[in-house]
């Protein structure tokens, strides 16, 4: 069973950045492709971010692109969010997950999620 679990969120002013961690357990996911994304009460899921198994090429929510960069440390099973310039809208509870392909990311039944990390960004 993998297990994902997120850290480095908490609360920031406008403008300031986090870097939110998550790492694997249970089994590698070298193979896997990771990614980030984003709830907020009453809305749905979004997507943040993906990165693919290698790390070799990553995919941004065009909204986001310039502000956040996804990577990841295969050896350590972790993939990480670098997030700067963060705006109040950014405020939403972040989740970790690993699924088989960076295409679809998220939307099979048996991909795997993480519990989540609060993220607030104050003005």
């Known amino acids: 069973q993998v297990q994902l679990v997120e850290s480095g969120g908490g609360l920031v002013q406008a403008g300031g950045s986090l870097r939110l961690s998550c790492a694997a357990s249970?089994?590698?996911?070298?193979?896997?492709?990771m990614g980030w994304f984003r709830q907020t009460p009453g809305k749905e899921r979004e997507f943040v971010a993906a990165?693919?198994?290698?790390?070799?090429?990553?995919y941004y929510a065009d909204s986001l692109k310039g502000r956040f960069t996804i990577s990841r440390e295969i050896a350590k099973n972790m993939v990480h969010l670098q997030m700067n310039s963060l705006k109040p809208e950014d405020t939403a509870v972040y989740y970790c997950?690993?699924?088989?392909?960076?295409?679809?990311?998220?939307?099979?039944?048996?991909?795997?999620w993480g519990q989540g990390t609060q993220v607030t960004v104050s003005s």
């Open positions: 997950n690993a699924d088989r392909s960076t295409r679809g990311l998220g939307s099979r039944s048996d991909s795997y």
């Open positions: 249970g089994r590698t996911l070298s193979s896997y492709a």
């Open positions: 990165i693919s198994w290698s790390g070799g090429s990553a």
